[in-house]
């Protein structure tokens, strides 16, 4: 069994991109099912802000490099979304403000991934 596991995990190959949406799909997840948690489900609420947070925080970091060969302004920008989810995570924590915002900038980041067009705001 294992070794066809592994045969299926080695053949199968993704693109960074596809690497990329697939764990920002897995983040999301676990933020909306944090969002329907009960208030009371602390670890669930703190797992998912906190993996939402390395995240952005690994993100940040990547585009912090000189080496990277993104654009300066899109670089610039992940950066800045990265700072806004730290600050946002923490006020979800404390109770003062909900999930919404960082499932909503994590879907647009999945729609750019996906190569969707973007909707009308």
């Known amino acids: 069994m294992s ?4 045969k299926t995990a080695a053949t199968r190959a993704e693109t960074p991109r596809e690497a990329e949406y697939r764990l920002f799909g897995q983040v999301t997840r676990a933020l909306v099912h944090a969002s329907t948690a009960d208030a009371s ?3 669930t609420r703190i797992d998912a802000l906190d993996w939402n947070r390395r995240l ?3 993100l940040a970091t990547d585009c ?8 300066k302004n899109l670089r610039a920008s992940i950066i800045s979304i990265s700072l806004f989810v730290g600050r946002h995570s923490s006020a979800v924590m404390r109770g003062e403000d909900d999930f919404e915002a960082l499932i909503d900038i994590n879907k ?5 991934l996906a190569g969707a067009p973007a909707q009308a705001a």
């Open 41 to 43: 489900d602390i670890a």
């Open 3 to 6: 070794l066809q596991a592994y």
């Open 64 to 71: 912090s490099n000189p080496d990277n060969q993104m654009d």
């Open 108 to 112: 647009m980041i999945m729609q750019g």
């Open 56 to 58: 952005w925080s690994t």
